[in-house]
């Protein structure tokens, strides 16, 4: 159990395009989902919370506008990189907090997202 | 503010011997602690986890870690390494009112034969 999708695994685009990545929790419902972006050789830096049916919390310095996060069940939120340029390039990766049964305080992780905009 | 310090950016060392991976953090709350590890290009998964009670803690792989209140440590160990268990290693610190989690800068494990 406790497995979480993201999708899709690498993206190219160019610069001023915009792109969606998903994360799924596939075996549990999350109420709570979080958006980290990791650079090479770096730690994650939490961009945002996400709960399901309400607005997501953006961590201080990260651009709201720029970084849509969507959360429309339980099972899936959305990140969309809008009108991205090659400085948003980074490795993101999202987690989900179950609702229940799991270990309600252990974040599971999903397999992350290369980006790289040209 | 809550913070986590891993002391060491780089370990390296000889397959089959001990290796210890220091952490300290900082709180002004109660908090969870955690050991995550990071394979090269993939997210990243749970080692073990400090919620309350004994303060050894065993977690998968043969990895163990202390959480010491006074010296505010968590440190990971392992008395036998091997070659697979080279990759980044990351302590976290996470409220228990938000569950957001901080995460210290990594440590390199470089396991050599």
């Known amino acids: 159990g406790a497995v979480v999708s993201q999708h899709p695994s690498w993206v190219i685009c160019k610069s001023g395009t915009s792109v969606k990545i998903e994360c799924r929790s596939l075996?549990?419902?999350?109420?709570?989902m979080f958006w980290y972006r990791q650079f090479p050789k770096q730690s994650l830096m939490l961009m945002a919370t996400?709960?399901?049916?309400?607005?997501?919390?953006?961590e201080q310095g990260v651009e709201k506008d720029k970084f849509l996060i969507n959360h429309a069940s339980l099972t899936l939120s959305t990140l969309t990189v809008t009108s991205a340029h090659p400085e948003d390039s980074s490795f993101y990766i999202c987690?989900?907090?179950?609702?229940?049964?799991?270990?309600?305080?252990?974040?599971?992780f999903g397999p992350g997202t290369r980006l790289t905009v040209l | 503010a809550q913070s986590v310090t891993q002391l060491d950016s780089q370990v390296p060392v000889f397959e089959e011997a001990p290796v210890e991976l220091r952490c300290n953090y900082s709180s002004s709350v109660s908090v969870y602690l955690f050991w995550y590890v990071q394979y090269p290009n993939q997210g990243l998964q749970l080692l073990l986890k400090?919620?309350?009670?004994?303060?050894l803690v065993k977690g998968i792989n043969g990895f163990e870690a202390e959480f010491n209140k006074s010296q505010t440590s968590f440190h990971l160990r392992k008395p036998s390494v091997h070659i697979s268990d080279t990759a980044e290693y990351f302590c976290?610190?996470?409220?228990?009112?938000?569950?957001?989690?901080?995460f210290g800068q990594g440590t390199t494990l470089q396991v050599k034969p």
């Open positions: 400090y919620l309350s009670g004994s303060t």
């Open positions: 976290a610190v996470a409220s228990s009112n938000t569950g957001k989690l901080i």
């Open positions: 987690s989900a907090h179950p609702s229940y049964g799991l270990s309600t305080d252990t974040q599971y």
């Open positions: 996400s709960n399901e049916g309400s607005k997501a919390t953006y």
């Open positions: 075996d549990f419902q999350a109420t709570t």
